[in-house]
């Protein structure tokens, strides 16, 4: 989701665009790796499993800086991932690790500090042929100011190209991506609409979090809302309640039939949960 504040900071930085910005012109070879004073990011390749190349975007960050998750909050900019020059590649699967939500004078942001790598998951056409992956990426950075990223970069997908720290960083980034919640180890026991100040708002109970008082939940639904941090309102018979207020372009709009994710952080723990909405 873009707000004001999104696009107003992303145009006063719009001249670093082009000091951070590693498009291959007309017969360069885009590199491995990208690097820019305030951001660098490598492919990354830990290797082959029934048939599926485990890749990788590895980015990182000066110390303080933060990059954002697919729904950034109020002040952030989700990344776009471009494979489409890739060869003999049938399909490419990113995954995120559980993020973290911050906050500070430019609002609420979803994403990662220092560092983050995003699990990708590659598909040759044909695993008898070599591929290459080749990757367009846009994505932000943000402290004080917020930076603009665009970089392109590309790997061979073969035996030659694996590395032992890819496959230690990737199988840490693995781990954390949220997975399906279980019925054992989660429960979702109601996920309704309710109104706050006049406005709507979104209500779950869960059952199985650990840290109630510490726990946080990362809303998706389609359209141009944004769900802000939720407040934990009751614990009863293991069974906590959160309320969560929701912003919205223009006048508010019923949720009530829509699709919802649910992505809910427990300690390190993401697990995942869809539904409809009551």
């Known amino acids: 989701m873009k707000t004001v504040r999104n696009i107003t900071r992303m ?3 719009g001249a670093a ?5 590693t498009l291959a012109n007309a017969g360069d070879e ?8 305030y951001t660098s990011l490598r492919l990354m390749n830990a290797g082959e499993q029934a048939g599926v190349w485990h890749s990788g975007v590895y980015i990182t960050m000066q110390k303080g800086w933060k990059t954002y998750w ?3 909050g109020d002040g952030g900019v989700p990344p776009s991932f471009d494979w489409s020059g890739s060869e003999n590649v049938a399909t490419t699967k990113v995954m995120m690790p559980l993020p973290h939500r911050f906050t500070d004078e430019n609002g609420e942001g979803i ?7 995003f699990p990708v998951d590659v598909k040759p056409q044909d695993p008898s042929k070599p591929a290459m992956l080749d990757l367009k990426i846009f994505y932000a950075v ?3 100011i917020c930076v603009p990223v665009q970089a392109q970069v590309k790997v061979g997908i073969d035996a030659s190209t694996v590395s032992a720290a890819d496959k230690f960083r990737l ?3 693995r781990a954390a991506v949220p997975v399906e919640t279980d019925a054992d180890r989660l429960a979702v026991t109601s996920l309704k609409q309710i109104e706050m100040g006049g406005k709507f708002a979104l209500e779950v109970s869960l059952k199985g979090i650990r840290s109630p008082a510490d726990a946080d939940i990362f809303v998706e639904v389609a359209g141009n809302s944004y769900f ?3 407040e934990l309102v009751s614990q009863s018979g293991g069974v906590g309640t959160w309320q969560i207020a929701v912003d919205s372009y223009g006048d508010a709009v019923s949720l009530a039939g829509k699709s919802i994710r649910l992505t809910i952080a427990d300690g390190d723990t993401g697990l995942v949960h869809e539904g409809v909405l009551q």
């Open 70 to 72: 697919r729904v950034p």
């Open 171 to 173: 199988r840490v980034a």
């Open 228 to 230: 802000r941090k939720p």
């Open 30 to 37: 885009p590199a491995r790796e990208f690097s820019s004073p």
């Open 111 to 117: 994403g990662y500090k220092t560092e983050v790598v």
């Open 17 to 21: 665009l082009v000091s951070v910005s």
């Open 142 to 144: 943000c402290n004080d």
């Open 11 to 13: 145009t006063l930085l």
